[in-house]
C-alpha cells in the first residue's frame, strides 16, 4: 500500500500505470553493472 507521502510524489505517474503499476515499481529490485562508461 502507497502511503499518502508516495501518492503525492508519485501522482503524475500514478495517473498513467495506475496504482497497482506503482506498487509494483515500490517492490522491484534492480542491479546495475559495467556503467563506468557513462558521464
Do not use: C, P
Not at 24 to 31: I, S
Request: overall charge positive; aromatic content about 6%; hydrophobic content about 35%.
Amino acid at each position: 500500500m502507497l502511503t499518502s507521502k508516495e501518492l503525492e510524489r508519485y501522482n503524475r505517474q500514478i495517473r498513467i500505470i495506475g496504482e497497482g503499476g506503482q506498487e509494483r515499481l515500490k517492490n522491484v529490485r534492480v542491479f546495475i553493472a559495467g556503467a563506468g562508461g557513462l558521464g
